[in-house]
């Protein structure tokens, strides 16, 4: 399933630092690589790692504001989180899954477990 995190409004210009994700992402993923060819505009950024449950991918749109994530729940919401610790507290991020069959604003300071139950309730 696919999953996103994505700035909700105007970004004014701010772009996520990729190096703050790559460091995120490799250490929770040792193994992942890393591919910087820019295959689309929603494809700039691309990485590809083994979890507990199989292959996860997950890429960067070009602009920087966006993450679409092709892993299993728990590791889309672990990085979702992520993405809320780098970007700005005046920017609104908005978690929800590929098919928004849910939407769920994404507040500074929220844990793995308070973005679960809130997908969960309206998922």
């Keep these: 399933m696919t ?4 700035v909700e409004g105007d970004a004014g210009g ?3 630092c990729r190096d703050g994700l790559i460091d995120a992402i ?6 992942a690589e890393i591919d910087s060819t820019q295959r689309s505009e929603v494809r700039s950024l691309i990485w590809q790692f083994e979890t507990e449950k199989g292959q996860g991918e997950v890429y ?3 602009d920087g504001t ?7 729940q ?7 989180i992520v993405l809320r610790r780098l970007t700005p507290l005046g920017l609104d991020l908005v978690f929800c899954d590929e098919g928004y069959t849910f939407d ?3 507040r500074a300071g929220t844990t793995e477990a308070e973005l679960t139950g809130l997908v ?3 998922a």
């Design 3 to 6: 999953f996103l995190a994505v």
């Design 14 to 16: 701010w772009r996520i």
């Design 26 to 31: 490799r250490a929770r993923w040792s193994g």
């Design 60 to 62: 960067l749109h070009e």
């Design 66 to 72: 966006c993450l679409y994530m092709d892993v299993w």
């Design 74 to 80: 728990e590791d889309a919401i672990w990085l979702a």
């Design 104 to 106: 769920v604003r994404l």
């Design 120 to 122: 969960n309730a309206v």
